[in-house]
Structure formats: structure tokens, C-alpha cells
């Protein structure tokens, strides 16, 4: 595992919640980004809770985000250290209240 692979992968155990994006919570700096925010909002997660890697501060990362997970696009979700998907993936489980119920929101 290469040295930016080992530094995901430790970010990404390190939080309960934790979005690779375009950006961070407060100024998402595209609108898939922005749109996985939104939804995670809307499932009671505080974005305060929510921890956030911009993608566009760190190339490395940017690029070893989608060999790490074996998908090509960002933004990308991970609960418990388990990779869930991007934004269509996180607005499919939204409608379905799988994603609320996985985040263990209330409401």
C-alpha cells in the first residue's frame, strides 16, 4: 500500500462520518458536493460531527481517493470506516431511508 493509500485509509477509520469532496461543508465547491452535503443535513447529520477531506487541497489524494475505493468519481461517503457511494448513491439511499437509518439518525 502506498504511502497515500496508508494515509486514506487512516483518515477514513479515524471518523464515524467522513466525506472526500470538492471543498468542505460550509463552501462545497461543486454542486455533487454540495448536493452530498445537503442530503446528509437532511438526515440530521451536524456538520459540525461530519468530518470533510477537499479533494482539491491534495492531489495525492484526489487521485489515490479513487483507487482506494474502486470509484472513479468524487464526492465519496464513508460510514464506519465502509465506503457507501457518491451523491446518487447517497440520494438513492436518502429516498429509500436507508441512509438516515445507516447514519443512525433520529427524525
Known amino acids: 500500500m502506498s504511502d497515500t493509500q496508508q ?3 487512516a483518515l477514513v477509520k479515524s ?5 472526500f469532496m470538492k471543498g468542505n461543508a460550509s463552501f462545497p465547491m461543486c454542486g455533487f458536493s454540495g448536493r452530498a452535503i445537503q442530503i ?3 438526515c440530521g447529520v451536524d456538520t459540525k460531527a461530519l468530518t470533510t477531506v477537499n479533494v482539491l487541497e491534495d492531489e ?3 487521485q489515490g481517493i479513487k483507487e482506494y475505493s474502486n470509484w472513479p468519481t468524487i464526492p465519496q461517503l464513508y460510514v464506519k470506516g465502509e465506503f457507501i457511494g457518491g451523491s446518487d448513491i ?5 429516498e429509500s431511508g436507508e441512509l438516515k437509518q445507516l447514519l443512525g439518525s433520529e427524525g
Open 40 to 42: 446528509l443535513k437532511a
Open 60 to 62: 495525492e489524494v484526489r
Open 90 to 94: 447517497m440520494m438513492e439511499m436518502y
Open 7 to 9: 494515509r486514506i485509509d
Open 15 to 19: 471518523s464515524d462520518i467522513l466525506l
